[in-house]
């Protein structure tokens, strides 16, 4: 990816570096899927609490590549799955997901004495956001 100047940073940072609504689109079949899924923004990356067996994962399984769109926001990006939330290389970023997400974190939804909860990680690659009428690219 190229590297997001100081101002698109800044703003990224501003609107998505906290418990955010984002939509992720994956492609199985040549047919595109989209949902809506709560998303955490730092250093060029989205990061996502989610289960591995969902459709969602089995999708990335066979194309990594998905697309994203949030606040005057769209990109690309490769999707990773870091694996089980409590793995122990996950713990510096499952404990800022804790903070960011403690609103609903422990409401039932997610086992994380499950190892199939998962963090899954979309690293940009190309992306525009606005701001203010300024276009950013990247």
């Given at each position: ?40 923004y730092e250093n060029g990356a989205f990061y996502i609490i989610t289960y ?64 199939n909860t998962i963090i899954l990680c979309v690293e940009l690659t190309d ?12």
């Amino acid at each position: 990816m190229k590297k997001l100047s100081e101002d698109a940073e800044k703003i990224m940072t501003e609107r998505f570096g906290k418990d955010t609504i984002i939509a992720l689109a994956t492609v199985e079949n040549e047919v595109p899927f989209v949902r809506y899924v709560n998303a955490y923004y730092e250093n060029g990356a989205f990061y996502i609490i989610t289960y591995a067996l969902s459709n969602k994962m089995k999708h990335m399984e066979s194309n990594s590549t998905v697309a994203i769109a949030g606040e005057w926001f769209t990109a690309h990006g490769k999707s990773i799955n870091l694996g089980y939330f409590r793995k122990e290389e996950n713990y510096w970023i499952a404990e800022k997901l804790k903070k960011v997400f403690s609103e609903w974190i422990d409401n039932g939804h997610n086992n994380f004495d499950d190892e199939n909860t998962i963090i899954l990680c979309v690293e940009l690659t190309d992306g525009l956001i606005l701001s203010h009428g300024t276009r950013y690219e990247f």
